[in-house]
Nanobody, 114 residues
């Protein structure tokens, strides 16, 4: 079992920055990939970025050059640094961890005002 708790969401003006955190607990050693996902109102959940156990990262085209995914293994924490935020980045952001199944956090709201 893996438990995930996100934090760091909020309201920010366009062009601003936020850093999301995801604290993981449980069977951390079984996690192969961790990622950030988002779901805007009325839309499907989509992948934002992921990082593999080996440190390889990948980003959605819509956030490349603006968002950075990272982790602190000592703190069992995943981060998403979001810069140059746009109103279209408004969504609930979820942390996900893949073992033989995918675990989800509860989500954190990010609202970008124009």
């Amino acid at each position: 079992q893996v438990q995930l708790v996100e934090s760091g969401g909020g309201l920010v003006q366009a062009g601003g920055s936020l850093r999301l955190s995801c604290a993981a607990s449980g069977t951390i050693s079984s996690i192969n990939v961790m990622g950030w996902y988002r779901q805007a109102a009325g839309k499907q959940r989509e992948l934002v970025a992921y990082i593999t156990r080996g440190g390889r990262t990948n980003y959605a085209d819509s956030v490349k050059g603006r968002f950075t995914i990272s982790r602190d293994s000592a703190k069992n924490t995943l981060y998403l640094q979001m810069n140059s935020l746009k109103p279209e980045d408004t969504a609930v952001y979820y942390c996900g961890a893949d073992t033989f199944k995918r675990y989800w956090g509860q989500g954190t709201q990010v609202t970008v005002s124009s």
